[in-house]
């Protein structure tokens, strides 16, 4: 700054011009931005935070239930997939009980009560399927003496 003489008087030079960084502060009611010197901004939000909390609860608990319902829709596609594979399985054990000779299964390891207990339950569904009505369509002549055996 420089100095100035008029006479008998001397005038310091001063500087009056803004700041380029002047803080500004915006206010709507809920949301204060305050701009600082440096340019951040200073966001404040009056919120009603048990509102917001319930809202956020309410988000949270729809998002596990939805999870919830798929998980237990896999579980319930799962178990029937489970279901399915054990009457199968079980169908063609009771099927090829019904087909095993009695040397046939000492040869493969069955004991003779494990050889019987196949032949009681082979006996037991052939007897509820015939009660039943449902019908087996195979063509086995081993099948055809064992069924007739019954």
């Known amino acids: 700054m420089d100095n100035y003489s008029i006479g008998n008087r001397t005038i310091s030079q ?7 960084h002047m803080a500004a502060i915006i206010n709507d009611g ?11 901004q200073i966001i404040h939000e009056n919120v009603d ?13 729809t998002g596990y239930q939805n999870q919830f319902l798929s998980s237990q829709s896999n ?5 029937k997939k489970e279901s399915n594979l054990i009457s199968t399985g079980n169908s063609m054990a009771i099927d090829i009980g019904k087909r095993l000779t009695h040397d046939e ?8 009560s494990e050889y019987q207990a196949l ?4 006996s037991i569904v052939h007897a509820t399927s ?17 069924v007739v055996a019954y």
């Open 130 to 146: 015939q009660h039943t009505g449902s019908s087996h369509s195979k063509s086995s002549g081993t099948y055809a003496k064992e």
């Open 14 to 20: 001063q500087n009056l011009a803004p700041s380029l």
């Open 105 to 112: 299964a000492l040869y493969i390891g069955l004991t003779e």
């Open 49 to 61: 935070s048990l509102g917001n909390n319930f809202r956020s609860s309410a988000l949270i608990q």
């Open 30 to 40: 809920s949301i204060t931005v305050t701009t600082t010197d440096d340019g951040r």
């Open 119 to 122: 032949q009681e339950v082979g």
């Open 75 to 79: 579980l319930d596609s799962l178990t």
